[in-house]
């Protein structure tokens, strides 16, 4: 078997090292990108567009809410059956896959890093127990800490410090990569059925998830943390939230990062988006929310864009979908979890002949054109809940063509002509932007670009799309084919997807961040926690953090203490 | 002799994870903390499976691992459709080969909530459903109903863990700031607790579900004088703790899944929920039995999309539970072979379908000889998951934990006699191509 490959030829966007679709030779030694080879296996790009492997910075694709979304739809399930092949396992679902569809298909698009992105900590084998049967992709979860008794115990009191050990004990414990916030206060009003606004005070317990998020922002940055805290604010869904949202975003204005990235990533933004005050004069704000991006630099998105159809929406934010529940009287399930957080998940029709809808999918898009710069910006639908990531590609041919928006909009309601900007819009993306907005900022955001991810320099993980289409394809219908099946995708150094058949199904790795704390720091903590579990969880302290046996091929970062 | 802290229960769907023992020469020689009186029993040991062994004439010969796994594959690899059944008495590791030596086979796979909570799971299908970890119940609930079911009996430590009789964060004060109803057709030991008994009419829970949705939802002029044999004002007593109170919970058992409309009455019973949410918070809980029953529907979810009733012989997984599920395969003689593991549908299964099971060879792997050792052709004795083997198990709230190993053993865990059978498939069928 060769150790050495070689993609000849193909036009390389390669943002992160600047690369901008130039002509050039990708060399591949023992699963890395070296300068050199010698006697490799050759891949002729000839004139074909090649990137590094796609990296999604938020996905819902393993763990409690996924399967309890896939338990309550076996209409979706049938959707996506594939019978299994030599090399492939069995596939189910559609918005909702089965784990080993949810790696083909990802490796199919070209991507080989997927970040889960919401891990309930009490829960969190079962988000492991899932990823390990995701072949190809390299894995990632964030842990939520917002809602926990322990956070806001220790917001109110104000220890910083605490709380940093606090994350440290989580982050180790349940082998998690960020600190993920949902719906802050809000999750843990709904345990009384209730729900927060940005400076409401959480019930009983005295702070606001305004306090919670600038606190967890400040503890996330007494460590080299790689990702900032990973924000779904309050109101999500909710008619005129776009105010809210940019309030959320000025919380953590002020505090400084550890190294050269944002404070706070806000995810999903489309759905924080909203203006009007009622569904009926309901309307973008995307061009709101985008100033705020273009005038200040704390700040990173991702898009949240919808795809039209049908999906399972899932959230801890249990209170939005039981609001989403009520309005469609369809299937709901929810989940709350002990002192932590919880889970909603309903299934939701995007439909073009609806204005809210339309807007909806128009948001989306808006907040892609109209934040100037690439690097604030991420692709994602916030699979599944604007939509599975199977339709990323709908979303590339759109971005990149102001005719295939035109069509589109011509389909939808009228709405999308007095309510929404993007008609107006004319921008389009090159490839590479879009090379920034699926891999090149999604790496440098998570700080993964320093552990080889979403870029080809020397050293990097070979992991390499080579998409079959010329650079200067400008039809819509073939960028969208193009981006759906690699012509190849490499993954490690290795043939994954060959003609958009996957070939092979090498497992991926789990990627865990231990932050490092003070031992003095961690014992008081501990008092405070083991008292918790003593009284109020449901398991034993020493049953609670995820064993090694889950991490079969685990990668650790670690991130020290700063010392000022 | 060492004392052992933090052992997790494999018995019962409640998974108490804080038991004590001591250990002496590799032997559990008491259960010192933690344990209800069935789990403790478990946990000190029973008369076991000495030996693998294949029947020979009528009687089973002893014989090695080895010649054990061998004659199991040859009867999987020369089967045109199997079903493998069982599943919820063992750790999700096995789950995973289990799926992948059904895939392999093209066989159909299904678990034992099949003739459990199996309607729930329909249920859940037709509607979701809307719950929680048992700790929320533990910290929060000041209303517990059970429906259908005896955790007095059936779950010894579950009140007390998790619901009536435990204390939390704003449940200080345990049962003396709760409320507790239970509904039955016989006054049960957990009745016999309760502040409110409910009495029902065998097979009538649907109806009295619908006409507590109906007062919940505003319409008590619709709702007969007596319904399922409650009287109106006792209903209305009920409706109203529930508008009362601010977390309540419903727990329910084999009362409700099999019996009347099935899983229509679960359907009803969250549908009941959703009701009572329009009032306070209220949350719904299947009590599952097996200690791993939930992780094998969980399992099987994310392998194959679909939670139990599994039929792979499209080279993709088909759901079509009332088809494909064990019993009424085998009342259709609809297989030619089985392998029953960690389960006993000896014991269990209707008459009609039992008669085909003792037909067709039977593989059986388990710790415990059972009813279905007696007619099984090949006995393939397992480590005890939980004392003698690690892995994965998913409480009834679908809380993941990981049991723990005690005792060495030389008896093979569940996850290793599957890998090795489905190697020894893999082996004959490569055989075969050449």
Known sequence: ?564 | MVEVTDVVCSLCGCVCDDIVLEVENNEIVKVKKGACSVGKAKLLGHERIKSPAIRENGELRECSYDEAIKKAAEILYKSRRSLLYGWSSTVCEAHKVGVELTEDLGAVMDNTASVCHGPSVLAINDVGLPSCTLGEVKNRADLIIYWGANPAQAHANHMKRYSYVSKGYWTEEGKKGKKMVVVDVRKTMTAKMADVFVQIKQGKDYQVFSALRAILRGHEDVVPDEVGGVPKEQLLEVANMVKESKFVMTFFGMGVTHTGARHNNIVNAIQFTRAAHLHTKASIMPLRGHYNVAGINQVCTWETGFPFAIDMSRGYAWYNPGEQSATDLLYRGDCDAAMIIASDPGAHFPGESLKHLAKIPVIQIDPYANPTTEFADVVIPAAVSGIEAEGNVYRMDNVPIRLRKILDTDYLPDEEILQRILTEIRAMREKEGE
């Open chain 1, 1 to 564: 078997m060769a150790d050495e490959l070689l993609i000849r030829n193909g036009v390389v966007y390669d943002p992160i090292n600047g690369v901008k679709g130039e002509k050039k030779d990708i060399c591949i030694r023992d699963g890395k990108v070296v300068d050199s080879v010698t006697n490799p296996k050759v891949i002729d790009a000839e004139g074909r567009v090649v990137m590094p492997g796609g990296v999604d910075i938020h996905s819902h694709i393993a763990g409690g809410k996924v399967n309890a979304g896939r338990i309550m739809r076996p209409e979706d399930e049938r959707k996506g059956v594939e019978p299994k092949t030599k090399v492939c396992r069995a596939q189910s679902g559609y918005s909702v896959p089965n784990t080993f569809a949810t790696g083909y298909r990802y490796a199919r698009m070209g991507y080989t890093f997927v970040m889960e992105a919401a891990m309930p900590p009490l829960a969190a084998r079962h988000t492991h127990e899932e990823m390990v049967d995701i072949p190809i992709l390299d894995n990632a979860a964030m842990p939520l800490i917002d809602n926990n008794w322990m956070t806001m115990e220790y917001v109110k009191s104000g220890d910083t410090d605490l709380l940093a050990a606090y994350i440290a004990w989580m982050m180790k414990a349940t082998k998690g990569y960020a600190v993920k916030v949902v719906n802050p206060g809000g999750t843990e009003a709904w345990g009384w059925g209730k729900n927060c606004n940005l400076n409401d005070t959480v019930p009983y317990f005295d702070v606001t998830p305004a306090e919670i998020i600038k606190g967890l922002a400040e503890a996330n940055e007494k460590f080299e943390m790689p990702h900032s805290i990973h924000v779904h604010g309050n109101m999500l869904g909710h008619p005129g939230n776009y105010e809210m949202t940019k309030d959320t975003y000025d919380v953590v204005k002020g505090i400084k990062p550890y190294r050269d990235r944002p404070t706070m990533h806000a995810t999903h933004t489309q759905f924080h988006s909203y203006g009007g005050t009622t569904w009926g004069n309901f309307e973008s704000k995307a061009d709101a929310i985008a100033d705020y991006i273009n005038e200040n630099d704390h700040m990173s998105i991702d898009l949240g864009s919808v795809i039209l159809g049908d999906t399972t929406t899932m959230t801890a934010d249990g209170p939005m979908e039981y609001s989403l529940y009520q309005i469609t009287g369809r299937k709901w399930t929810n989940h709350d979890v002990e002192l932590e957080t919880g889970t909603g998940i309903t299934p939701f029709l995007y439909s073009g002949k609806v204005s809210v809808h339309t807007i909806q999918w128009a948001i989306g898009q808006e907040l892609a054109l109209l934040v100037k710069d690439p690097w604030k910006v991420a692709l994602t639908t916030d699979h599944p809940n604007a939509g599975p990531f199977i339709g990323y590609p709908i979303i590339i041919s759109h971005l990149m063509s102001k005719k295939r928006r035109d069509e589109s909009a011509e389909a939808m309601h009228k709405a999308i002509f007095d309510r929404a900007a993007l008609p107006s819009i004319d921008r389009e993306y090159d490839l590479n932007e879009i090379a920034i907005i699926t891999r090149g900022m999604t790496a440098k955001t998570l700080g993964l670009h320093e552990h080889g991810k979403g870029h080809l320099g020397v050293g990097a993980d070979a992991d390499v799309a080579i998409y079959d289409m010329s650079p200067e394809e400008r039809d819509a219908g073939k960028i969208q084919k193009a981006f759906l099946n690699t012509k190849y995708t490499i993954k490690g150094g290795q043939i994954v997807v060959k003609d958009g058949e996957v070939v092979a199904t090498p497992p991926g790795r789990t990627i865990f961040v231990t932050p490092e704390c003070d031992d003095k720091l961690t014992d008081e903590m501990l008092v405070t926690l083991k008292d918790k579990f003593a009284k109020y969880y449901s398991v034993t302290f020493n049953n609670y953090p995820v064993q090694d046996a889950y991490l079969p091929n685990p990668y650790e970062i670690k991130a020290p203490w700063r010392s000022s």
